[in-house]
């Protein structure tokens, strides 16, 4: 599971029939500046897909010899959502928040290895022109060595 696969599936999220609820769903290295970029160009509502961090276990099972490695890979996404300041009124930050975390909770892609996606927390991230916040998510799968 990767970034590329969050952004696809957020990108089908509707505000009403017909209407995309994000003007703009990115998966960028550089999220400061997308931010930046997309609330003062108006793209706003805007989500942000990041992986935050990847987290192997201190346990391995198997063994070199006999069977290969087996040892399970943790994985925490970030969804980013930034509002302009001006749209704040218009849009309900709060439904946002709760349709981000409807569409990805207990997801995983078809062809993927991973757990489905459970929730691990949000907070506020203070940006100059805007409200954003990032909501994330966590899974795992268990990784084999090929030597």
């Known amino acids: 599971m990767d970034v590329e ?3 696809q599936h957020l990108m089908t999220l509707e505000s009403q029939p017909g209407e ?3 003007k ?3 998966v960028e290295l550089d999220v400061k500046d997308a ?3 997309s609330l003062q160009s108006h793209q706003s509502p805007a989500a942000f897909v990041v992986l935050l961090n990847t987290r192997p276990s201190s346990t391995v099972a198997g063994n070199t010899v006999n069977a290969p490695l087996r040892q399970k890979e943790d994985k925490v996404f970030g969804v ?3 509002v302009r300041k001006a749209n704040t009124r218009a849009i309900s930050f709060t439904q946002i928040r709760e349709q981000v975390i409807n569409r990805l ?3 995983k892609p078809e062809s993927s290895n991973y757990e489905v996606l459970r929730m691990a927390g949000g907070n506020m991230l203070s ?3 805007g409200v954003c916040w990032i909501e994330k998510f966590t899974t795992h799968n268990y990784r084999r060595s090929v030597n």
């Open 35 to 37: 931010l930046d970029v």
């Open 5 to 7: 696969d969050l952004q």
């Open 80 to 82: 980013i959502i930034a």
């Open 105 to 107: 909770f207990g997801w």
């Open 20 to 22: 995309a609820l994000f």
């Open 127 to 129: 940006v100059k022109n």
């Open 24 to 26: 703009k769903v990115g």
